[in-house]
């Protein structure tokens, strides 16, 4: 005769998947308010289309780049900026311990693109869950979240079939800056705008230094920053080629080289990032727990009291 499901106490419950987040490495989690996302995401793009009885969504952040980092040139920080597969791993793992402590269904959210949907519409908007749970809000550089002390963050999502208690979006957005609104009444940008290599971000900041509005040319960024997406691409022409001379022209041409070396060691995948808007945001880089040495540093003095 099988056992009959324990009765879960929902605070509870919540406060013990949070821990797990933590214990695993995540900076920040948090609990999305369904209404809400179903409210703000598009039809096909709801938790529901994943997981048709889906009841909680939970929401993760890791930290996103050490503070060595951002001193290294622009060519090199395309190939280790990203921490993103630590906060799905930690999902992915978060869905057992949920199945295997409260007995009810989880699901790690891919986030991966949508088939039916073309190469720049994700299945879910891991970005909705985080905002809408509290652990990130939206920056003047393309709506990038952040965090008032964690700085700049990745994140994953959790569906559930176990109800939880949501949490709120912050109360308060970090950006802009103080410096940053500074500078923007000074030249009429932001840091993260002036030093855009492709000038892809502009907006404006009101009279009480909040954002008013936030543009983001995603075509321009896309140009500059996922310049190896094009894998489709240069198999297409490798297969025109008439001759193997011009096949191995094709294939071995210096750029696209580099786009099989990346998929062999499997840095990055197969995009290259830009990050400049990071580099200089004083929210991403100069946060109170933004990295690894800050955090160490926080630790080291909570010790001493």
């Not at 809408?132 to 709506?143: E, F, H, V």
């Not at 079939?161 to 979006?169: F, G, K, M, Q, T």
């Not at 080629?241 to 210096?254: C, F, H």
């Amino acid at each position: 005769m099988a056992q009959q499901k324990p009765e879960t106490d929902p605070k509870q419950a919540k406060q013990a998947i949070l821990d797990y987040c933590a214990r695993k490495g995540a900076l920040a989690a948090g609990v999305a308010d369904l209404t809400a996302i179903n409210r703000i995401a598009p039809e096909g793009h709801r938790p529901a289309d994943i997981m048709p009885r889906v009841k909680s969504v939970i929401s993760l952040g890791v930290g996103g780049q050490t503070q060595g980092a951002w001193t290294v040139p622009a060519k090199a920080m395309g190939y280790f900026g990203s921490t993103e597969t630590r906060a799905y791993a930690i999902a992915y793992g978060c869905a057992f311990f949920i199945e295997s402590r409260f007995r009810t269904r989880a699901v790690y959210c891919p986030p991966d693109l949508d088939n039916e949907s073309g190469p720049r519409v994700p299945l879910q908007s891991l970005k909705l869950h985080a905002e809408l749970a509290g652990i990130g809000a939206r920056s003047l550089a393309g709506d990038i979240l952040l965090h008032p002390e964690f700085g700049y963050m990745y994140f994953a999502s959790v569906f559930t079939e176990l109800e939880l208690p949501p949490n709120r979006p912050m109360a308060e957005n970090p950006c802009p800056h103080s410096s940053c609104v500074e500078m923007y009444r000074q030249v009429g940008q932001t840091p993260c705008m002036k030093f855009c290599p492709v000038q892809c971000l502009s907006g404006t900041i009101d009279e009480a230094g909040r954002q008013s509005e936030m543009h983001y040319d995603m075509a321009k960024c896309a140009e500059l920053s996922e310049q190896y997406e094009s894998l489709p691409l240069i198999l297409a022409e490798a297969m025109r080629a008439e001759t193997p001379e011009e096949q191995e022209s094709v294939l071995m041409d210096p750029d696209n080289s580099m786009l099989w070396y990346k998929m062999s060691v499997g840095s990055g995948g197969l995009l290259a990032q830009c990050f400049e808007c990071m580099r200089v945001c004083p929210i991403a880089t100069r946060a109170p727990l933004a990295d690894p040495i800050r955090r160490a540093e926080a630790a080291a003095e909570d010790g001493e009291t």
